[in-house]
């Protein structure tokens, strides 16, 4: 199986991190595409709409910004957006051992 992988470099930073995150595409040829946000987006209500910071963002501009880039990337591409620490979302996951996304 072979996937396409792509890196995204956003300004999003914060106190608690060195400025700048990063984000990654997938697309798999069963699943389809799948957004990981990484930091620059880890709760469902960071993601919205509308979108709301947390209180360790430093540069809101740039960080509402990353936000609407990856929001324009998942929706043009059809991802699957997976934030980077929703635990609800992590719930309604397929996990392994037991499950996995080709």
Do not use: N
């Amino acid at each position: 199986m072979s996937c396409d992988l792509t890196w995204l470099l956003l300004k999003a930073g914060s106190r608690a991190r060195p400025p700048g995150t990063m984000a990654m595409k997938v697309e798999l040829p069963e699943t389809g595409t799948m957004l990981f946000t990484s930091d620059a987006v880890y709760m469902g209500d960071s993601y919205g709409p509308p979108a709301t910071p947390a209180a360790i963002v430093d540069d809101l501009t740039a960080w509402y910004g990353s936000v609407e880039k990856l929001r324009g990337i998942a929706e043009q591409s059809d991802a699957t957006v997976v934030l980077g620490h929703d635990a609800e979302q992590l719930r309604s996951m397929r996990l392994a051992p037991s499950g996995f996304y080709a």
